[in-house]
């Protein structure tokens, strides 16, 4: 998040993974995702997911709960430190992750409240001057918007950190081997660093997507959610394949 200081100068804060995520994915030329809507509302679901299980507002349940089936996402009572994230507590709240995602990112639900959080997003960080907004028409009938960089700093500091741990080697904090994970599991990895081998970049993905970092609550989600953006991603594409063929 961002806030403006007394003088009028806007200090970084921590970024939410799906913060992150957004300015990630937009094409710097274009202002447009670098994926599809479907991608993008399963991957921004996941995000908000794994940063509410990061800040303990969301738990995954184990073997011998005294109250919950294992594998479910349960809410602790901790209130989440982006409001725009509370909504979402309930809604995932003694669900699976797979279902959780599907349900969020409009899969399995009339609401896509993935789409939503990522307007919210989107305006949040254009007030704070990260994104500008642009608005077009194409053949001069039909609006649409981009989303360029305001303040390119900010995205560069988070592709460099990745850079770090992917192309580098470096070993990951909590939240950077979150939010690898969650761009491995949408195919996004390789589309950030062209200049490296495709091949090393998605096998250094799903290595530290699989490997033992952080809290093992946190890791567990991010592995929860990584599994089911993939589920959601394969049913939504499979559906739409179908809905192709019958038409």
Known sequence: MFVLGEWGIMLLMELTL????????????????MIDGQRLSAALAGAALVELT??????VTEDGDPDHRAGRLVATGAQPGDPRLAE??????????KNAVSRLSGVSAWRNRA?????????????????????????????TTAWKPGDASVERRIVDRLRS??????EPDERTAALVSILYAVDVLPKLFPDAPRKAVKERGKQIS?????GKAVRQAVQAAQAALIATITAATAASTAGSAGS
């Open 18 to 33: 799906a913060e992150e995520l957004l300015l990630i994915v937009l094409k710097d030329d274009t202002g447009k995702p």
């Open 54 to 59: 990061l800040e303990g507002a969301l738990r």
């Open 88 to 97: 979402l507590v309930k809604e995932a709240h003694d669900t699976k992750p």
């Open 115 to 143: 789409k939503d959080l990522k307007e919210a997003l989107l305006e949040d960080l254009t007030e704070q001057g990260v994104l500008t907004r642009e608005r077009h028409k194409v053949l001069g009938l039909f609006p």
């Open 165 to 170: 741990v992917v192309v580098d080697g470096r």
């Open 210 to 214: 699989e490997s033992d970092w952080g």
